[in-house]
Protein backbone atom coordinates (compact mmCIF):
# COMPACT_ATOMS: atom_id res chain seq x y z
CA UNK A 1 0.00 0.00 0.00
CA UNK A 2 1.04 3.24 -1.41
CA UNK A 3 2.00 5.74 2.21
CA UNK A 4 -0.01 8.56 1.94
CA UNK A 5 1.02 10.31 4.92
CA UNK A 6 2.92 12.45 2.78
CA UNK A 7 2.22 15.84 1.64
CA UNK A 8 2.66 18.41 -1.05
CA UNK A 9 3.46 22.14 -0.48
CA UNK A 10 5.28 24.61 -2.69
CA UNK A 11 7.91 27.17 -2.30
CA UNK A 12 10.48 28.81 -4.13
CA UNK A 13 8.82 28.00 -7.48
CA UNK A 14 9.34 24.16 -6.80
CA UNK A 15 6.61 21.02 -5.02
CA UNK A 16 8.38 19.70 -2.32
CA UNK A 17 6.94 16.93 -0.47
CA UNK A 18 7.32 16.46 3.36
CA UNK A 19 5.52 13.36 5.88
CA UNK A 20 3.83 14.17 8.41
CA UNK A 21 5.11 12.88 12.06
CA UNK A 22 3.23 10.28 14.17
CA UNK A 23 2.94 11.39 17.96
CA UNK A 24 5.67 8.72 18.98
CA UNK A 25 8.17 10.31 16.25
CA UNK A 26 7.44 13.79 17.35
CA UNK A 27 8.12 12.84 21.11
CA UNK A 28 11.36 10.98 20.07
CA UNK A 29 12.05 14.12 17.99
CA UNK A 30 11.40 16.96 20.90
CA UNK A 31 13.17 14.38 24.03
CA UNK A 32 16.06 14.84 20.75
CA UNK A 33 15.89 18.52 21.16
CA UNK A 34 16.18 19.06 25.01
CA UNK A 35 19.36 16.86 24.85
CA UNK A 36 20.61 18.00 21.57
CA UNK A 37 24.33 20.04 21.62
CA UNK A 38 23.94 21.15 18.09
CA UNK A 39 20.21 21.96 17.19
CA UNK A 40 20.96 22.69 13.28
CA UNK A 41 22.06 18.78 13.05
CA UNK A 42 18.72 18.33 15.39
CA UNK A 43 17.45 19.85 12.35
CA UNK A 44 18.74 18.35 9.75
CA UNK A 45 17.90 15.01 10.88
CA UNK A 46 14.64 16.33 11.10
CA UNK A 47 14.43 17.06 7.52
CA UNK A 48 16.24 13.78 6.21
CA UNK A 49 13.53 11.89 8.12
CA UNK A 50 10.59 14.02 6.79
CA UNK A 51 11.95 14.95 3.36
CA UNK A 52 11.02 12.86 0.38
CA UNK A 53 12.67 13.83 -2.52
CA UNK A 54 16.30 13.51 -4.77
CA UNK A 55 16.55 17.39 -4.24
CA UNK A 56 19.42 18.34 -2.25
CA UNK A 57 17.97 21.34 -0.33
CA UNK A 58 19.88 24.71 -0.26
CA UNK A 59 19.95 26.89 3.08
CA UNK A 60 17.31 28.93 2.35
CA UNK A 61 14.85 25.55 1.46
CA UNK A 62 15.47 23.93 4.72
CA UNK A 63 14.38 26.77 6.53
CA UNK A 64 11.15 26.93 4.51
CA UNK A 65 10.66 23.18 5.07
CA UNK A 66 11.47 23.05 8.53
CA UNK A 67 8.56 25.93 9.25
CA UNK A 68 6.46 23.90 6.79
CA UNK A 69 6.74 21.14 9.50
CA UNK A 70 6.23 22.98 12.37
CA UNK A 71 2.95 24.16 10.56
CA UNK A 72 2.11 20.96 9.94
CA UNK A 73 2.76 19.32 13.69
CA UNK A 74 1.21 22.31 15.57
CA UNK A 75 -0.52 24.36 12.83
CA UNK A 76 0.31 27.88 11.58
CA UNK A 77 -0.34 29.62 14.87
CA UNK A 78 2.55 30.11 17.42
CA UNK A 79 1.85 32.10 21.60
CA UNK A 80 4.31 33.86 22.98
CA UNK A 81 3.42 35.21 26.30
CA UNK A 82 5.27 38.53 27.24
CA UNK A 83 4.10 40.80 29.90
CA UNK A 84 1.00 38.06 30.57
CA UNK A 85 -0.46 39.37 27.29
CA UNK A 86 -0.59 35.97 24.58
CA UNK A 87 1.30 37.63 21.33
CA UNK A 88 0.49 35.15 18.51
CA UNK A 89 2.15 34.80 15.28
CA UNK A 90 1.15 33.09 11.97
CA UNK A 91 4.03 30.98 10.50
CA UNK A 92 2.79 31.40 7.34
CA UNK A 93 3.33 35.05 7.15
CA UNK A 94 6.88 33.99 8.15
CA UNK A 95 7.21 31.53 5.61
CA UNK A 96 5.82 33.99 3.27
CA UNK A 97 8.79 36.54 4.30
CA UNK A 98 11.49 34.11 3.31
CA UNK A 99 9.89 32.67 0.16
CA UNK A 100 11.44 35.02 -2.48
CA UNK A 101 13.06 33.11 -5.09
CA UNK A 102 15.96 35.46 -5.93
CA UNK A 103 17.54 35.06 -9.63
CA UNK A 104 21.15 34.06 -9.98
CA UNK A 105 24.35 36.48 -9.71
CA UNK A 106 26.25 36.81 -12.57
CA UNK A 107 29.46 38.99 -11.59
CA UNK A 108 32.18 39.39 -13.73
CA UNK A 109 35.82 39.38 -12.20
CA UNK A 110 38.24 39.80 -15.39
CA UNK A 111 37.28 38.41 -18.31
CA UNK A 112 35.09 35.60 -16.60
CA UNK A 113 31.18 35.67 -15.53
CA UNK A 114 31.14 33.95 -11.99
CA UNK A 115 27.63 32.70 -11.24
CA UNK A 116 26.26 32.77 -7.58
CA UNK A 117 23.32 31.25 -6.05
CA UNK A 118 22.02 30.27 -2.82
CA UNK A 119 24.51 27.84 -0.60
CA UNK A 120 23.90 24.06 0.33
CA UNK A 121 25.46 24.95 3.84
CA UNK A 122 23.58 24.23 7.34
CA UNK A 123 24.51 28.06 8.78
CA UNK A 124 25.90 31.03 7.00
CA UNK A 125 29.13 30.93 7.09
CA UNK A 126 30.82 33.77 8.93
CA UNK A 127 33.48 34.25 7.17
CA UNK A 128 33.18 36.06 4.27
CA UNK A 129 35.58 34.23 1.73
CA UNK A 130 34.05 31.18 2.71
CA UNK A 131 30.24 32.50 2.39
CA UNK A 132 31.69 33.81 -1.46
CA UNK A 133 33.47 30.67 -2.44
CA UNK A 134 30.34 28.08 -1.17
CA UNK A 135 27.96 30.27 -3.13
CA UNK A 136 29.95 29.67 -6.24
CA UNK A 137 27.87 27.56 -8.91
CA UNK A 138 29.61 28.06 -12.34
CA UNK A 139 32.52 30.03 -13.95
CA UNK A 140 31.13 31.13 -17.70
CA UNK A 141 29.59 27.75 -18.38
CA UNK A 142 31.39 25.68 -16.50
CA UNK A 143 29.46 24.26 -13.39
CA UNK A 144 31.79 24.20 -10.48
CA UNK A 145 29.54 22.89 -7.85
CA UNK A 146 31.28 19.56 -6.73
CA UNK A 147 34.76 20.98 -6.36
CA UNK A 148 35.22 21.29 -2.72
CA UNK A 149 37.75 23.96 -2.63
CA UNK A 150 36.16 26.58 -4.13
CA UNK A 151 38.31 29.92 -2.89
CA UNK A 152 41.29 29.00 -5.56
CA UNK A 153 38.90 29.35 -8.78
CA UNK A 154 37.93 33.07 -7.61
CA UNK A 155 40.12 35.92 -8.37
CA UNK A 156 41.21 38.01 -5.35
CA UNK A 157 38.69 40.95 -5.63
CA UNK A 158 36.93 43.12 -3.50
CA UNK A 159 35.23 40.30 -1.22
CA UNK A 160 33.12 42.65 0.97
CA UNK A 161 31.54 44.12 -2.01
CA UNK A 162 30.75 41.04 -3.59
CA UNK A 163 30.25 39.47 -0.07
CA UNK A 164 27.48 42.46 0.41
CA UNK A 165 25.67 41.76 -3.09
CA UNK A 166 25.57 37.86 -2.39
CA UNK A 167 24.16 38.03 0.87
CA UNK A 168 21.60 41.22 0.18
CA UNK A 169 20.49 39.13 -2.79
CA UNK A 170 19.31 35.79 -1.28
CA UNK A 171 19.65 36.16 2.50
CA UNK A 172 18.03 39.49 2.84
CA UNK A 173 14.10 37.88 4.28
CA UNK A 174 13.37 38.82 7.56
CA UNK A 175 9.93 38.97 9.69
CA UNK A 176 9.48 41.42 11.88
CA UNK A 177 7.46 41.14 14.90
CA UNK A 178 6.49 44.70 16.52
CA UNK A 179 5.09 43.41 19.50
CA UNK A 180 8.04 41.34 20.94
CA UNK A 181 10.59 43.66 19.00
CA UNK A 182 12.41 41.19 17.70
CA UNK A 183 13.30 40.25 14.12
CA UNK A 184 13.40 36.77 12.90
CA UNK A 185 16.15 36.43 9.39
CA UNK A 186 18.45 34.07 7.67
CA UNK A 187 21.16 34.68 10.85
CA UNK A 188 18.70 34.05 13.85
CA UNK A 189 16.28 32.01 12.05
CA UNK A 190 17.49 28.33 13.88
CA UNK A 191 17.24 29.82 17.49
CA UNK A 192 13.67 30.99 16.42
CA UNK A 193 12.82 27.32 15.00
CA UNK A 194 14.12 26.00 18.63
CA UNK A 195 11.49 28.12 20.42
CA UNK A 196 8.87 27.43 18.03
CA UNK A 197 9.32 23.60 18.38
CA UNK A 198 10.09 22.83 21.75
CA UNK A 199 7.41 22.39 23.68
CA UNK A 200 6.23 20.87 26.91
CA UNK A 201 7.35 17.17 27.01
CA UNK A 202 5.39 16.65 30.15
CA UNK A 203 2.52 17.59 28.85
CA UNK A 204 2.98 15.24 25.81
CA UNK A 205 3.20 12.03 27.85
CA UNK A 206 0.02 13.00 30.26
CA UNK A 207 -1.74 13.30 26.69
CA UNK A 208 -0.28 9.70 25.50
CA UNK A 209 -0.85 8.78 29.38
CA UNK A 210 -4.65 9.61 29.03
CA UNK A 211 -5.06 8.18 25.28
CA UNK A 212 -4.10 5.11 26.59
CA UNK A 213 -6.01 4.88 29.41
CA UNK A 214 -9.09 6.47 28.50
CA UNK A 215 -8.92 5.74 24.43
CA UNK A 216 -7.28 2.51 24.23
CA UNK A 217 -4.49 3.44 22.01
CA UNK A 218 -2.11 1.03 21.72
CA UNK A 219 1.46 1.57 20.47
CA UNK A 220 0.58 0.92 17.19
CA UNK A 221 -1.60 3.81 17.26
CA UNK A 222 0.68 6.58 18.55
CA UNK A 223 3.10 4.74 15.99
CA UNK A 224 0.90 5.56 13.01
CA UNK A 225 -1.57 8.85 14.26
CA UNK A 226 0.10 12.59 14.04
CA UNK A 227 -0.05 14.86 17.19
CA UNK A 228 -2.54 16.76 15.26
CA UNK A 229 -5.03 13.44 15.03
CA UNK A 230 -4.38 12.62 18.75
CA UNK A 231 -5.63 16.49 19.85
CA UNK A 232 -8.89 15.47 17.59
CA UNK A 233 -9.21 12.34 19.70
CA UNK A 234 -8.85 13.65 22.60
CA UNK A 235 -11.10 16.68 22.15
CA UNK A 236 -13.88 14.37 20.48
CA UNK A 237 -13.36 12.29 24.09
CA UNK A 238 -13.57 15.52 26.24
CA UNK A 239 -16.69 16.87 23.98
CA UNK A 240 -18.44 13.48 24.65
CA UNK A 241 -17.69 13.85 28.69
CA UNK A 242 -19.34 16.63 28.62
CA UNK A 243 -22.78 15.91 26.94
CA UNK A 244 -22.72 13.12 28.69
CA UNK A 245 -22.76 15.48 32.08
CA UNK A 246 -24.70 17.85 30.95
CA UNK A 247 -27.20 14.65 29.78
CA UNK B 1 28.86 14.82 -16.70
CA UNK B 2 32.08 15.73 -16.45
CA UNK B 3 34.35 14.61 -13.44
CA UNK B 4 36.14 16.89 -11.26
CA UNK B 5 39.38 16.41 -13.12
CA UNK B 6 37.56 17.39 -15.87
CA UNK B 7 36.60 20.64 -14.76
CA UNK B 8 39.51 21.31 -13.26
CA UNK B 9 41.24 21.59 -16.78
CA UNK B 10 38.72 23.60 -17.55
CA UNK B 11 39.25 26.39 -15.23
CA UNK B 12 42.77 26.76 -15.62
CA UNK B 13 42.60 27.23 -19.39
CA UNK B 14 40.78 30.25 -17.84
CA UNK B 15 43.22 31.73 -15.99
CA UNK B 16 45.25 34.30 -17.29
CA UNK B 17 48.98 34.71 -16.52
CA UNK B 18 50.47 38.32 -15.70
CA UNK B 19 54.21 39.72 -17.28
CA UNK B 20 55.96 40.54 -14.20
CA UNK B 21 59.28 43.28 -13.80
CA UNK B 22 62.03 40.81 -11.51
CA UNK B 23 64.38 43.78 -11.04
CA UNK B 24 67.55 41.14 -9.91
CA UNK B 25 67.27 39.44 -13.58
CA UNK B 26 66.23 42.80 -15.06
CA UNK B 27 63.59 41.07 -17.05
CA UNK B 28 60.02 40.05 -17.11
CA UNK B 29 58.28 36.61 -15.39
CA UNK B 30 55.10 35.26 -16.34
CA UNK B 31 52.98 34.81 -12.93
CA UNK B 32 49.81 33.48 -12.22
CA UNK B 33 47.02 36.32 -10.40
CA UNK B 34 46.29 35.87 -6.95
CA UNK B 35 43.37 33.52 -6.34
CA UNK B 36 40.62 34.30 -3.47
CA UNK B 37 42.21 31.41 -1.40
CA UNK B 38 45.87 33.30 -1.44
CA UNK B 39 43.81 36.57 -0.79
CA UNK B 40 42.27 34.90 2.25
CA UNK B 41 45.22 33.47 3.65
CA UNK B 42 47.55 36.98 3.72
CA UNK B 43 44.18 38.69 5.46
CA UNK B 44 44.19 35.23 7.79
CA UNK B 45 47.25 36.71 9.74
CA UNK B 46 46.41 40.01 10.01
CA UNK B 47 47.63 40.57 13.67
CA UNK B 48 48.78 43.31 15.29
CA UNK B 49 51.50 40.83 16.97
CA UNK B 50 55.74 41.64 16.36
CA UNK B 51 56.08 38.77 14.39
CA UNK B 52 53.10 39.46 11.71
CA UNK B 53 55.42 41.11 9.61
CA UNK B 54 57.66 37.84 9.12
CA UNK B 55 54.26 35.66 8.91
CA UNK B 56 52.60 38.02 6.04
CA UNK B 57 56.34 37.55 4.32
CA UNK B 58 56.15 33.88 4.74
CA UNK B 59 52.66 33.98 3.37
CA UNK B 60 53.84 35.97 0.75
CA UNK B 61 56.56 33.72 -0.18
CA UNK B 62 54.31 30.62 -0.23
CA UNK B 63 52.21 32.66 -2.75
CA UNK B 64 54.89 33.67 -4.92
CA UNK B 65 56.63 30.05 -5.25
CA UNK B 66 53.17 28.59 -5.89
CA UNK B 67 52.33 31.52 -8.44
CA UNK B 68 55.71 32.56 -10.40
CA UNK B 69 57.03 29.87 -12.52
CA UNK B 70 60.69 30.83 -11.65
CA UNK B 71 62.50 29.17 -8.99
CA UNK B 72 62.06 30.05 -5.72
CA UNK B 73 65.76 30.27 -4.87
CA UNK B 74 66.49 32.85 -8.02
CA UNK B 75 63.94 35.27 -6.80
CA UNK B 76 65.33 38.11 -4.08
CA UNK B 77 64.07 39.87 -1.42
CA UNK B 78 64.46 43.19 -3.16
CA UNK B 79 61.91 41.71 -6.14
CA UNK B 80 59.50 41.09 -3.31
CA UNK B 81 57.94 44.50 -3.89
CA UNK B 82 57.67 44.26 -7.47
CA UNK B 83 56.09 41.08 -7.41
CA UNK B 84 53.46 41.86 -4.82
CA UNK B 85 52.94 45.51 -6.21
CA UNK B 86 52.45 43.54 -9.54
CA UNK B 87 49.37 41.16 -8.17
CA UNK B 88 47.98 43.69 -6.46
CA UNK B 89 47.29 45.71 -9.76
CA UNK B 90 46.19 43.22 -11.69
CA UNK B 91 43.08 43.28 -8.93
CA UNK B 92 42.68 46.88 -8.74
CA UNK B 93 45.69 49.62 -10.20
CA UNK B 94 44.94 52.34 -7.77
CA UNK B 95 46.06 51.87 -3.79
CA UNK B 96 44.94 54.90 -1.72
CA UNK B 97 45.60 57.30 -4.33
CA UNK B 98 48.99 55.71 -5.44
CA UNK B 99 48.42 54.27 -9.50
CA UNK B 100 50.01 51.27 -9.18
CA UNK B 101 50.43 50.72 -12.97
CA UNK B 102 52.74 54.53 -12.86
CA UNK B 103 54.47 52.92 -10.03
CA UNK B 104 55.61 49.38 -11.49
CA UNK B 105 56.59 51.59 -14.93
CA UNK B 106 58.72 53.94 -12.88
CA UNK B 107 60.66 51.00 -10.53
CA UNK B 108 61.86 49.47 -14.48
CA UNK B 109 64.09 52.48 -14.48
CA UNK B 110 65.82 52.64 -10.72
CA UNK B 111 68.73 51.14 -10.65
CA UNK B 112 69.77 48.15 -8.12
CA UNK B 113 72.66 48.58 -6.18
CA UNK B 114 75.13 45.51 -5.62
CA UNK B 115 73.14 43.00 -3.88
CA UNK B 116 76.48 41.34 -2.74
CA UNK B 117 79.24 42.79 -1.02
CA UNK B 118 82.23 41.64 0.88
CA UNK B 119 82.47 43.55 4.53
CA UNK B 120 85.90 43.75 6.23
CA UNK B 121 86.19 44.14 10.06
CA UNK B 122 89.18 43.74 12.61
CA UNK B 123 88.91 40.22 13.35
CA UNK B 124 86.64 39.11 10.19
CA UNK B 125 85.57 38.78 6.71
CA UNK B 126 81.71 38.51 6.08
CA UNK B 127 80.72 37.50 2.89
CA UNK B 128 77.39 39.44 2.63
CA UNK B 129 74.04 39.66 0.00
CA UNK B 130 70.63 40.38 -0.07
CA UNK B 131 68.96 37.12 0.36
CA UNK B 132 66.76 34.82 -1.80
CA UNK B 133 62.98 35.05 -1.03
CA UNK B 134 63.36 31.45 -0.04
CA UNK B 135 66.27 32.20 2.19
CA UNK B 136 64.07 34.85 3.84
CA UNK B 137 61.58 32.11 4.20
CA UNK B 138 63.48 29.61 6.09
CA UNK B 139 64.76 32.46 8.72
CA UNK B 140 61.75 33.89 9.30
CA UNK B 141 60.45 30.79 10.06
CA UNK B 142 62.98 29.78 12.72
CA UNK B 143 61.93 33.03 14.35
CA UNK B 144 58.59 32.60 14.25
CA UNK B 145 58.43 29.20 15.43
CA UNK B 146 61.15 29.53 17.77
CA UNK B 147 59.84 32.77 19.79
CA UNK B 148 56.15 33.02 18.79
CA UNK B 149 55.36 33.10 22.74
CA UNK B 150 58.35 35.95 23.47
CA UNK B 151 57.22 39.40 24.05
CA UNK B 152 61.05 41.06 23.79
CA UNK B 153 62.10 40.11 20.37
CA UNK B 154 63.74 43.21 19.53
CA UNK B 155 67.02 42.21 19.81
CA UNK B 156 66.35 38.39 18.13
CA UNK B 157 64.77 40.15 14.85
CA UNK B 158 68.05 42.51 14.22
CA UNK B 159 69.81 38.81 14.77
CA UNK B 160 67.36 37.87 12.40
CA UNK B 161 68.12 39.75 9.86
CA UNK B 162 72.09 39.23 10.21
CA UNK B 163 70.71 35.44 9.80
CA UNK B 164 69.44 36.20 6.23
CA UNK B 165 72.29 38.14 4.68
CA UNK B 166 75.60 36.93 5.94
CA UNK B 167 76.66 33.95 3.82
CA UNK B 168 80.45 33.51 4.80
CA UNK B 169 82.71 34.68 8.20
CA UNK B 170 85.93 34.09 7.67
CA UNK B 171 88.21 34.38 10.44
CA UNK B 172 91.42 36.41 9.79
CA UNK B 173 93.84 34.69 12.46
CA UNK B 174 93.23 31.16 11.29
CA UNK B 175 91.80 31.14 7.65
CA UNK B 176 88.92 29.51 9.28
CA UNK B 177 85.62 29.68 7.40
CA UNK B 178 82.02 29.58 8.59
CA UNK B 179 79.71 28.83 5.51
CA UNK B 180 76.30 29.80 7.00
CA UNK B 181 74.72 27.80 4.01
CA UNK B 182 76.09 24.75 6.06
CA UNK B 183 74.93 25.87 9.19
CA UNK B 184 71.53 25.17 10.86
CA UNK B 185 68.95 28.67 11.75
CA UNK B 186 70.03 27.73 15.82
CA UNK B 187 73.47 27.29 14.89
CA UNK B 188 73.90 30.83 12.73
CA UNK B 189 71.44 32.57 15.44
CA UNK B 190 74.46 31.12 18.58
CA UNK B 191 77.02 31.80 16.39
CA UNK B 192 75.96 35.70 15.77
CA UNK B 193 74.45 36.11 19.20
CA UNK B 194 78.80 35.56 20.78
CA UNK B 195 79.67 38.00 18.67
CA UNK B 196 80.85 41.32 19.15
CA UNK B 197 78.14 44.02 17.46
CA UNK B 198 81.04 46.34 16.32
CA UNK B 199 81.55 43.62 13.77
CA UNK B 200 77.93 44.51 12.23
CA UNK B 201 77.73 47.74 11.70
CA UNK B 202 79.06 48.21 8.20
CA UNK B 203 76.77 44.68 7.40
CA UNK B 204 73.61 46.75 9.20
CA UNK B 205 74.15 49.86 6.48
CA UNK B 206 74.07 47.32 4.04
CA UNK B 207 71.37 45.46 4.78
CA UNK B 208 69.44 49.25 5.25
CA UNK B 209 70.50 50.05 1.16
CA UNK B 210 68.39 47.31 1.02
CA UNK B 211 65.69 47.84 2.99
CA UNK B 212 65.82 51.66 1.60
CA UNK B 213 65.51 50.13 -2.19
CA UNK B 214 62.93 48.55 -1.35
CA UNK B 215 60.89 51.43 -0.06
CA UNK B 216 61.88 53.67 -2.97
CA UNK B 217 60.21 50.49 -5.37
CA UNK B 218 56.93 51.39 -3.32
CA UNK B 219 57.12 55.33 -2.94
CA UNK B 220 55.43 57.34 -6.14
CA UNK B 221 55.56 61.43 -5.48
CA UNK B 222 56.20 61.52 -1.80
CA UNK B 223 53.51 58.64 -0.93
CA UNK B 224 54.69 55.17 0.04
CA UNK B 225 52.96 51.87 0.19
CA UNK B 226 52.66 49.74 3.60
CA UNK B 227 53.68 46.39 2.31
CA UNK B 228 51.11 44.38 4.76
CA UNK B 229 48.02 42.07 4.77
CA UNK B 230 45.94 45.79 4.54
CA UNK B 231 47.28 46.00 1.05
CA UNK B 232 45.65 43.26 -0.39
CA UNK B 233 42.31 44.42 1.55
CA UNK B 234 40.15 45.60 -1.49
Known amino acids: MADFRYIDIQFLDKTHTIKELSFVEFKNFLKRIYSSTDIIITFNELIAHCYKGDNKLNYVEKILVLLNIRGLIFGNEVTFVQNEKNIVINIQEIIDSFNIKSKEIKHQIGDNIYTFNYIFDNHIPENKLEFISNSLIKINDIDVTNISDKNELIPACNFNELYDLIYNNFYNGNFYIKKLDYDINFSSIYTFLESIFKSDLMGLYEMEYKLREVLNFNTYDLENMSLPECKMFMNFYVRDQNDKENN | ?234
Not at chain 2, 39 to 44: F, G, I, M, N
Not at chain 2, 134 to 152: G, I
Not at chain 2, 214 to 224: A, F, H, R
Open chain 2, 1 to 234: MSSVNEILNDLNSLKSDIQVYIPSIKSNKKTKTLNLKQQKELLDNLSESNLSLLTFFNDVFEIINANCSDDSKVINVIDRPNILLSLRCDVNKIYEEVNLEELLKRNKDIPLPDLSKQIETEHFVFDVSSPSIQRDYNVNSYLVNTYKNEEKILGKLYINELSKFINKIKFKSSEKVIDFDNESNGNRFKILENMQSSNFQEIYSFINDIRDKEVEYLTLDGTQIDLSPEFFVL
